[in-house]
């Protein structure tokens, strides 16, 4: 993904300078594409026709895709006895939902968060060894397709 920077002077001959240089289109322009792979902060130096120059920066946030896992053990051993999805913190918004392979919904959560996270159960009952469905929609303006894919119950 991409932002597009933009840069302006109310002097036509003015000439800009985006610095640090990593990840953009062009350096050189008042207007750059920047694809950077971590957040980064540009500078901009524009000098105008009489030699002033001027600044201002500008923080591109690049947010990581979250990390799914295929499989959870609930066995209460105290490792991966839940489903921990890795960096969800971003996506405040996240919904998650889980389906048996008629379809049926097991489990729904908005937001996520720790207290609420799925533990290979139904109604309070532990559900069977096997694979089961899941859809992630994260509600960003970046990614706008949902999430999905198998995960699977050893017990």
């Given at each position: 993904h991409s932002a597009t920077l933009t840069a302006t002077s109310n002097d036509?001959?003015?000439?800009?300078?985006?610095?640090?240089?990593?990840?953009?289109?062009?350096?050189?322009?008042?207007?750059?594409?920047a694809t950077p792979y971590s957040t980064t902060t540009y500078i901009v130096y524009a000098t105008n026709s009489y030699g002033c120059i001027e600044n201002?920066?500008?923080?591109?946030?690049?947010?990581?895709?979250?990390?799914?896992?295929?499989?959870?053990?609930?066995?209460?051993?105290?490792s991966n006895d839940v489903w921990i999805i890795d960096l969800i913190g971003y996506?405040?918004?996240?919904?998650?939902?889980?389906?048996?392979?008629?379809?049926?919904?097991?489990?729904?959560?908005?937001g996520y968060p720790d207290s609420e996270r799925w533990d290979g159960t139904y109604k309070g009952k532990p559900l069977p060894t096997g694979t089961y469905y899941y859809i992630i929609?994260?509600?960003d303006e970046i990614d706008t397709k949902p999430i999905t894919g198998p995960i699977v119950i050893m017990r």
């Open positions: 036509l001959l003015a000439t800009f300078i985006w610095y640090p240089t990593t990840g953009l289109s062009d350096s050189t322009t008042a207007s750059t594409t201002d920066s500008v923080t591109v946030t690049v947010i990581p895709k979250i990390i799914v896992p295929t499989g959870i053990t609930p066995n209460g051993d105290g996506y405040p918004n996240i919904e998650v939902e889980i389906f048996n392979r008629w379809g049926e919904k097991l489990f729904y959560s908005k929609i994260l509600h």
